[in-house]
């Protein structure tokens, strides 16, 4: 019999290539981790692993086990939350990572009732935008990621993981209330923006890139960036306070920020996905399915309170870059 501890060992090599690095992820030493892959090797009979210069690689007979060790791993898991929910329990530790603004109105509204009708439920939640929280859910880290992507930079698709897109919603410009251009109250050209300072996330976020992405292509200059943080009272204190003028998403209501006026793009329709990411398979554990369940109500609730916020359905393709709510298959 293979014993699973040691094959989530070799798993783990095959995902993060080296065993130091498998070492810190599972909180063994080096020379335990080799020890138990010697001893894996013995059980089965065959080399798993080979020096590769002062590396350890898999053998093609390690790569076939390790990828029946993904799957057996998976239903072992499986098989222990479907015991539980048999008997109408839900158990288990759910890992949420998300990025500010979802989980504050998509997140956080549904954990009290999560936490009282699924009292053995454990939900953790990491704050984190960074491009890599999806290599965190190959890696079987997190359980569930939110991610923002925008219609002109979507995210690749990958076929180890399952992207569900819950809501659109428009961007716009968010400017001191003092600025020439907040004025007259219409929409503002990005063109006009081109001396401004600008507040924007760390290097690495989407919200980032975009504008890097939508001031260069759409406005034909390169922003100048002069305050760069993810946390949106520290963006819309830099907006208020400080002059700088930023791209926020309708769900943050930069308007309830002091010194903060709010206006629609007029050269460009920029609009940001809410997206839910898990492994493909993910949803047979019960423990995830009630949280998925629970965020897609949250994102109906959302949508019924921000009138511009437009609520995908389930069988939708994926959006358009256009903006083309026929296309993106809303309502």
Not at 39 to 61: D, K, N, S
Not at 172 to 177: E, I, V, Y
Not at 303 to 320: G, K, Y
């Amino acid at each position: 019999m293979l014993d699973l501890g040691r094959l989530r060992i070799l798993r783990e090599l095959k995902l993060r290539g080296t065993v130091g690095a498998v070492a810190q992820a599972l909180g063994y030493s080096p020379s335990a981790v080799s020890q138990q892959l010697a001893q894996l090797q013995r059980e089965v009979g065959v080399p798993l692993t080979e020096r590769a210069g002062r590396r350890l690689r898999l053998t093609e007979a390690g790569e076939v086990l390790a990828s029946h060790a993904e799957e057996l791993l998976a239903r072992a898991q499986q098989a222990e939350e479907e015991t539980a929910a048999a008997s109408g329990r839900v158990v288990g530790v759910v890992r949420v990572v998300g990025y500010q603004t979802a989980l504050i109105n998509l997140l956080a509204p549904v954990l009290p009732g999560l936490a009282e009708r699924h009292p053995e439920l454990t939900i953790e939640v990491i704050d984190e935008e960074f491009t890599r929280v999806l290599q965190a859910l190959v890696l079987r880290e997190v359980d569930i990621v939110i991610t923002d992507e925008y219609s002109v930079l979507p995210r690749p698709r990958r076929s180890e993981l399952s992207a569900e897109q819950l809501i659109i919603e428009p961007m716009r410009l968010a400017l001191p209330r003092a600025h020439p251009a907040a004025a007259h109250g219409g929409p503002v050209r990005l063109a006009d923006l081109a001396e401004e300072p600008w507040v924007t996330g760390h290097p690495g976020t989407n919200s980032a890139e975009l504008l890097e992405r939508a001031c260069v292509d759409l406005a034909g200059y390169r922003p100048r960036i002069r305050h760069r943080t993810n946390d949106i009272h520290v963006m819309m204190a830099m907006v208020g306070w400080a002059g700088a003028v930023c791209l926020f998403p309708d769900v943050g209501r930069a308007e309830r920020f002091p010194g903060v006026a709010v206006r629609d793009l007029a050269d460009a329709a920029l609009r940001r996905y809410i997206v839910v990411w898990t492994v493909v398979g993910a949803e047979v554990r019960p423990s995830v399915r009630v949280v998925l369940e629970a965020l897609r109500a949250s994102a109906a609730d959302l949508v019924a309170r921000f009138p511009s916020l437009t609520l995908v359905r389930p069988d939708a393709p994926p959006a358009a870059e256009d903006g083309n709510k026929d296309r993106h298959g809303v309502r």
